[in-house]
């Protein structure tokens, strides 16, 4: 499985962005699709996760605390991409946006990162 993800630059502070996230290969396998954020210093955390299924077939979705509200996380199947739509952002959400793939079996593929910056 690969992932291509794209749509990260700089933005001020109330702005929004979208990121995308592409994945080919073998991805018949894959359920949960997401992003995850990383800062030097820290440890990546998760920001939005949504599944294959579930919530009447629309995938159900979880988020960090600091984000519900402001972003909103969407998949096309048929594209086999996921969308993170963020606005309202602020400067603590800079960091490199990693999109991550999940497999039933547990398996985790991650993309090359997308840096966000946001200045106030």
């Known amino acids: 499985v690969q992932l291509q993800a794209s749509g990260g630059g700089l933005v001020q502070a109330g702005g929004s962005l979208r990121l995308s996230c592409t994945a080919s290969?073998?991805?018949?396998?894959?359920?949960?699709m997401g992003w995850f954020r990383q800062v030097p210093g820290k440890q990546r955390e998760l920001v939005a996760l949504?599944?294959?299924?579930?919530?009447?077939?629309?995938?159900?979705?979880n988020y960090a605390d600091s984000v519900k509200g402001r972003f909103a996380i969407s998949r096309d199947n048929a594209e086999n991409t996921v969308y993170l739509q963020m606005n309202s952002l602020k400067p603590e959400d800079t960091g490199v946006y990693y999109c991550?793939?999940?497999?039933?079996?547990?398996?985790?593929?991650w993309g090359q990162g997308t840096q966000v910056t946001v200045s106030s």
């Open positions: 290969g073998s991805i018949f396998s894959i359920n949960t």
């Open positions: 949504v599944t294959n299924g579930g919530r009447r077939n629309g995938g159900s979705r």
């Open positions: 991550a793939a999940y497999e039933d079996t547990g398996n985790a593929y």
